[in-house]
């Protein structure tokens, strides 16, 4: 059908509005078939004299999250060890537009905190903490998931955090005669 193409994994439609101007517009699916029913039903709206409401996402940043975060995770349970995480982000992302992460961004502020000497587990924490505010942006409307899908290809670091121990002359007696 004309007016329907992909990209990456996505359809797109592309149709007149109202004033004549082109307008593209993602289904957020791969299926053709909602992609086909959603041109149908834009281009009704048309014919009828109503245009669609595209909802246009202002440009937050990332304190902006931290702060509506914060709110949100003071009903959480871990709420107290989860603040210690949002306020290093903060100190480290600040004013920083919240569509302007990438990929790369994330993967240096991993390397950073390593280089800080900080265990591979506290930076999981951090970036498991950075995901989900990420996933709440988009709920929130707060940035495109486009934004959310960049930061999600970052992967966790392989966590080791054992420690070596030894048993005391009287620890192992008492385990040995048990």
Do not use: C
């Not at 281009?43 to 109503?50: D, F, T």
């Not at 202002?58 to 995770?73: G, I, T, V």
């Amino acid at each position: 059908m004309k007016g329907i193409y992909k990209s990456g994994n996505v359809y797109w439609i592309r149709y007149a509005g109202l004033d004549g101007l082109i307008v593209r517009e993602s289904t957020g699916s791969d299926k053709y078939r909602k992609a086909e029913a959603l041109l149908l039903e834009r281009k009704q709206g048309i014919k009828e004299g109503r245009m669609p409401e595209i909802k246009v996402i202002k440009n937050h940043s990332f304190k902006d999250l931290a702060e509506e975060y914060k709110k949100w995770a003071e009903k959480q349970r871990a709420y107290k060890s989860k603040k210690s995480f949002i306020n290093h982000l903060e100190d480290t992302f600040g004013l920083m537009p919240l569509r302007r992460f990438s990929t790369l961004m994330v993967e240096q502020f991993q390397s950073g905190e390593l280089g800080k000497e900080k265990k591979p587990a506290t930076i999981n924490r951090f970036l498991a903490t950075l995901k989900h505010m990420f996933t709440k942006a988009v709920e929130w409307d707060m940035v495109e998931e486009q934004t959310l899908k960049r930061i999600r290809k970052v992967k966790l670091l392989p966590e080791n955090n054992r420690r070596l121990r030894y048993l005391s002359k009287d620890q192992l007696e008492h385990l040995l005669i048990n």
